[in-house]
């Protein structure tokens, strides 16, 4: 992913190529960011609840 111009880059590239090693990881890094980014803001909203 090193280099990529995007999460997005990766997928694209291996689905042009038929690899999926790329796409796997791409994809990873992609929902590995949405899970981060969900807890964040998780977290934000019981910290603004009280």
């Known amino acids: ?3 990529a111009a995007t ?3 990766p997928i694209v590239a291996g ?3 038929q690899n ?3 796409m796997l ?3 990873a890094a992609t ?3 949405a899970f981060l980014c969900d807890a964040a803001m998780v977290a934000v909203a019981g ?3 009280r």
Do not use: D, S
């Open 1 to 3: 992913l090193a280099g």
């Open 25 to 27: 990881q791409g994809a």
């Open 7 to 9: 999460l997005g880059t």
């Open 15 to 17: 689905l042009q190529n």
């Open 20 to 22: 999926t090693v790329p």
């Open 47 to 49: 910290v603004l609840r």
């Open 31 to 33: 929902a590995a960011l």
